[in-house]
């Protein structure tokens, strides 16, 4: 059974710091991992996909690398700001079982001005 | 990516009335949609999978008579929870199967049920 794990649970850093977010997971036949953010009381947005082929992505501030092998994936945030504050979510989808998503817990990340 | 909007946003009803939850993808023709449903501080519940003209497959634990789900076309899914009571009460999702196997959420319903 597919299980993903997001550690820390929660973080608070200054406004600025360059921080990154873990992710890991037992099996590594996935199709793909993304990850989310969600702020509270809203649905989830996505902010990087990596196919199972790729090692990395980029968008703006932010990197997602993926370690198939191992079960690993983190998330980079450069330069962090206020807003970036909000919940991310981790989850990979399964080649079998349709193809769901499977979440992590979520990383709670506040960033203090 | 794909653009997923809910109605409505919130809804508070009696206990034993039903309601019903629109999901569309507004620019991508969606044959996959999801419903999650998430309580205060916990990840998201995968309750069901729907694939356009036909029976949704649900979550282990998830009763199909009490949330019924209809994906009629490939741009609407509706969830309907039937003779909904307090334990019902929840922040409903959906979710569009996009390109490149892409998820992409809608922005919630929070249902309170009195």
Not at chain 1, 47 to 63: C, D, F, K, P, V
Not at chain 2, 22 to 38: I, K
Not at chain 2, 84 to 104: K, M, R, T, W
């Amino acid at each position: 059974k597919q299980e993903v794990t997001q550690i820390p649970a929660a973080l608070s850093v200054p406004e600025g710091e360059n921080l990154v977010l873990n992710c890991s997971f037992t099996d590594s036949a996935i199709y793909n991992l993304q990850w989310f953010r969600q702020d509270p009381g809203k649905g989830l947005t996505s902010l990087l996909l990596i196919q199972s082929s790729q090692r990395e992505q980029t968008s703006g501030r932010l990197n997602a690398s993926l370690d198939k092998s191992s079960g690993r994936s983190t998330l980079y945030i450069a330069a962090s700001q206020p807003g970036d504050s909000a919940t991310y979510l981790c989850a990979v989808r399964l080649y079998n079982q349709g193809g769901k998503l499977i979440f992590g817990q979520g990383t709670e990340l506040s960033v203090k001005p | 990516g794909a653009v997923v909007s809910q109605h409505p946003s919130w809804v508070i009803c009696k206990s034993g009335t039903s309601v019903k939850i629109e999901c569309r993808s507004l620019d991508f023709q969606a044959t996959t949609m999801f419903w999650y449903r998430q309580f205060p501080k916990q990840s998201l519940m995968l309750m069901a999978t729907s694939n356009e003209g036909s029976k949704a497959t649900y979550e282990q634990g998830v009763e199909k008579d009490k949330f019924l789900i209809n994906h009629a076309s490939l741009t609407l899914s509706t969830l309907t929870v039937t003779s909904a009571h307090p334990e019902d009460s929840s922040f409903y999702i959906c979710s569009v199967l996009g390109p490149g196997n892409e998820q992409f959420f809608g922005p919630g319903t929070r249902l309170t049920v009195l």
